[in-house]
């Protein structure tokens, strides 16, 4: 049983931890955006056929590179300590992803998150754990 004097010790070591946790957790999240990009960015590349014999991706699929401006456009952002996001910058972007009323969703973001998803938090839980037995 932790007496008082053990609890006070422990509480003091997770308040030295505390901002090393956000700053290893962020940095994380930072990644696994990146690793999102990534795989959005690989994805509007497979099997495609830019210029001349550019040929529209199914519906559903992601869609094919063409000019390269989707691609080029895929931005990772910092929104905060914990926390980032995948965003194009590209006008196409938006009807692409959720489609319109004259186009079926290509969704290349959503699939590239889902398919990280798993990794991205693995690597987060990896990351705390050896923070918090490195720290004695």
């Known amino acids: 049983m932790t007496g008082p004097r053990g609890l006070d010790r422990h509480l003091r070591r997770l308040r030295r931890l505390r ?4 700053r290893v957790a962020g940095a994380a999240v930072y990644e696994a955006a990146d690793d999102i990009r990534a795989e959005a960015f690989r994805s509007i590349s497979a099997g495609s056929v830019s210029g001349a014999g550019h040929v529209a991706s199914a519906p559903g699929e992601p869609p094919n590179r063409d000019t390269g ?7 990772v952002a910092e929104t905060g300590p914990l926390s980032a996001e995948v ?3 590209s006008a196409h972007a938006k009807p692409l992803e959720f489609g319109t009323s ?3 969703a290509r ?4 699939p590239a998150r889902d398919k990280n998803i798993d990794r991205a938090q693995d690597r987060l839980a990896q ?9 004695g």
């Open 19 to 22: 901002s090393e946790v956000v």
């Open 127 to 135: 990351q705390i754990n050896r923070l918090i037995r490195s720290s």
């Open 102 to 104: 004259k186009m079926v």
């Open 107 to 110: 969704p290349y973001l959503r």
């Open 87 to 89: 965003r194009s910058e």
């Open 69 to 75: 401006e989707l691609q080029s456009k895929l931005k």
